[in-house]
């Protein structure tokens, strides 16, 4: 081999290397760049999210928390106000179901009071005493016609208010005087002037009665 032919040899070789490292040096270098790139490219993601998140905690957040606020105080109105009327139709409907119990169990308290004056007027015409057999085939037919009229009157809940011989009771009695009976006790009625009367548990009207000092 001539030594021009060597020297030419080494050229390429030193030529060959010196490619290799240009060829090394650019890699790292675009190697570099993508790095630097894909950073800046994550630091602008970043950076967004960054401004995003400021924009959404900023007055935005603060303007939903208000309306949100605000819709919360309406529905706990609205609840309470839904509540009154609830309470409200109850109570109503309550009170309604009484008055029809109460209409019920005194539906003949008009009919009644109408009727006392006139068994006062059958009990002041039983109490004459008659003779003749005229009178007393009359008082029959009037104590029958009475005795009836008690009867029905007694299925409707009429019952007559115990009176004499009973300790006086302001709710059923009226005094409308004071007599004295050392054998009895005090505040013992002695006398009934006027019969009471109740329709079941309500005083249609109280007896009249003298009581003992």
């Known amino acids: 081999m001539s030594e021009t032919t060597e020297n030419k040899n080494k050229q390429e070789e030193t030529i060959e290397q010196d490619d290799t490292v240009k060829e090394e040096a650019a890699a790292q270098a675009n190697g570099e760049i993508a790095s630097s790139n894909e950073e800046?490219?994550?630091?602008k993601e970043a950076g967004n999210e960054e401004d995003a998140s400021s924009l959404v905690e900023g007055?935005?957040?603060?303007?939903y928390k208000a309306k949100i606020a605000e819709l919360e105080?309406?529905?706990?109105?609205e609840e309470n106000r839904y509540l009154r009327l609830r309470a409200d139709f109850e109570n109503m409907r309550r009170r309604s179901q009484l008055d029809l119990q109460a209409a019920e169990k005194y539906r003949a308290q008009s009919l009644l009071m109408d009727l006392l004056p006139v068994i006062d007027n059958f009990e002041r015409a039983l109490d004459v005493k008659v003779e003749s057999e005229d009178a007393k085939n009359l008082y029959k037919g009037?104590?029958?016609v009475?005795?009836?009229?008690?009867?029905?009157a007694k299925k409707e809940g009429l019952e007559v208010i115990p009176a004499e011989d009973q300790p006086f009771d302001p709710n059923v009695h009226q005094a409308i005087m004071q007599e004295s009976d050392p054998e009895k006790e005090?505040?013992?009625?002695?006398?009934?002037?006027?019969?009471?009367y109740k329709l079941k548990d309500r005083v249609l009207r109280p007896s009249m009665v003298s009581v003992n000092e």
Request: aromatic share 6%.
């Open 40 to 43: 800046a490219s994550q630091n």
């Open 142 to 144: 009037i104590e029958m």
């Open 73 to 77: 105080a309406k529905l706990e109105e």
């Open 59 to 63: 007055p935005l957040v603060e303007e």
């Open 146 to 152: 009475y005795n009836m009229l008690i009867e029905a």
């Open 186 to 196: 005090s505040g013992i009625v002695l006398k009934e002037f006027q019969k009471g």
